[in-house]
């Protein structure tokens, strides 16, 4: 029972350059989150998907990021212009329901840009 | 606005020793807490998952409470292991989806 897949491990980007993110929830999981962990800080919510769908993007910044869920295929959180300030981990979590049910965690994606 | 602290930041103990790790949350209308813990270069492993209407999880060596009333938690490891070493991050679930806060985290070294 494979857990939740983030990849790549590690994503190096220069500024200006585009980065997408993917992540594959664990299997029978529908919902699926996304968190950055930015260097010498806490884990920060910043949106929160279902299949084709978007809950909540409260903590995503409103410019260059944007994130999907389509009906087939993986989670993308995509990075357009990246700024050495979006270096950090990148944290996907996925759970079968909404709420009151434990989330799972991938690996990460630890993004730096040069 | 939700806040999350954990205390200490960082805790060094020698091996066999219980200990407990704090967290304290400002808004205490939450559904959920959660432990977790985080290894270097990992992503994080749900430990344990109190509802609101409960007191206390256990799961093995671990054991987690919550005060609702008083916005705290706390969690007891119970003959800690060098294995155990690693961030433990509280979270809190304020929301009908699981858009967690997360605290600072306790770095834990346990040393045999």
């Known amino acids: 029972n494979a857990g939740v897949m983030q990849n790549p491990r590690h994503l190096v980007r220069r500024r200006g350059q585009e980065a997408r993110l993917r992540c594959s929830p664990m299997?029978?999981?529908?919902?699926v989150y996304w968190y950055r962990q930015l260097p010498e800080e806490g884990l920060k919510f910043m949106v929160y998907?279902?299949?084709?769908?978007?809950?909540?993007e409260s903590g995503m910044p409103k410019e260059r990021f944007s994130a999907e869920f389509p009906k087939e295929g993986p989670s993308i959180l995509r990075i357009q212009q990246v700024v050495r300030g979006d270096s950090a981990a990148y944290f996907c979590?996925?759970?079968?329901?909404?709420?009151?049910?434990?989330?799972?965690f991938g690996n990460g994606t630890r993004l730096t840009v040069t | 606005k939700q806040e999350v602290t954990q205390i200490p930041a960082a805790l060094s103990v020698p091996e066999g020793e219980n200990l407990v790790l704090n967290c304290s949350f400002t808004?205490?209308?939450?559904?959920?807490l959660q432990w977790f813990r985080q290894d270097p270069g990992k992503g994080l492993t749900s430990l344990l998952l109190?509802?609101?209407?409960?007191r206390e999880q256990t799961s093995g060596r671990l054991n987690a409470s919550l005060d609702k009333s008083s916005g705290r938690s706390t969690l007891y490891i119970a003959a800690s292991q060098p294995g155990d070493s690693a961030t433990y991050l509280c979270?809190?679930?304020?929301?009908?989806?699981?858009?967690?806060?997360f605290g600072g985290g306790t770095r834990l070294m346990v040393k045999p």
């Open positions: 979590a996925s759970s079968p329901r909404s709420s009151n049910s434990p989330l799972h």
């Open positions: 299997k029978g999981h529908s919902h």
């Open positions: 998907l279902q299949k084709e769908n978007i809950i909540d």
């Open positions: 808004d205490s209308a939450i559904y959920n």
């Open positions: 109190i509802q609101s209407s409960q």
């Open positions: 979270a809190v679930n304020n929301n009908a989806g699981n858009m967690l806060t």
